[in-house]
């Protein structure tokens, strides 16, 4: 939810617009599944449109544990899930992420001149693949 706008609920063909181009194949762009370690509560309830409790537990369990969730069996035993909310969310999240935004700002020693550069990487194939990259 974002400070002043009204909260509604997204449908579920939000998470076909959620697309990461797989060029091992046609090329095509295919569903990407949302990270439940970096979803926020809004993005569990809204996009994924969870029930409030079942999100409030996702929450709660990932960060009980310093780890996060490293399984979507870390959830089995959740109260009040269902195996079917199981078997949903499994088609639509996970729990690792494949693209990352890398972004960093340096200072040279001599100058002290600052320069900053932005990457986005995507590390699902080998080698990574850099997806974009910018600097000043």
Same mark, same amino acid.
């Not at 780890?67 to 069996?73: C, D, K, Q, R, W």
């Not at 639509?92 to 992420?97: E, F, G, I």
């Given at each position: 939810t974002v400070t002043g706008v009204q909260t509604c609920a997204l @449908?579920?063909? !939000?998470?076909?617009?959620?697309?990461?181009k797989d060029t091992r194949t046609s090329g095509n762009a295919i569903a990407g599944k949302l990270n439940l370690? =970096? =979803?926020s509560r809004a993005v569990l309830r809204d996009v994924l449109q969870?029930? @409030?409790?079942? =999100?409030e537990s996702i929450?709660?369990?990932? &960060? +009980?544990?310093s780890?996060?969730?490293?399984? *979507? =069996?870390d959830l089995v035993d959740l109260p009040g899930v269902t195996q079917a909310q199981l078997i949903? *969310? +499994?088609?639509? +999240?996970? !729990?690792?992420?494949? !693209?990352? &935004?890398?972004?960093?700002?340096?200072?040279a020693?001599?100058?002290g001149a600052e320069a900053e550069m932005l990457a986005v990487v995507d590390r699902s194939a080998v080698p990574a693949r !850099?997806?974009?990259?910018r600097e000043p």
């Open positions: @449908p579920i063909s !939000v998470m076909n617009e959620c697309t990461i370690n =970096a =979803a969870l029930e @409030p409790r079942f =999100a929450l709660t369990r990932r &960060t +009980a544990k780890e996060g969730i490293t399984s *979507l =069996a949903t *969310l +499994a088609q639509m +999240a996970d !729990v690792t992420s494949n !693209v990352y &935004t890398i972004d960093s700002r340096g200072r020693q001599g100058s !850099v997806l974009e990259y």
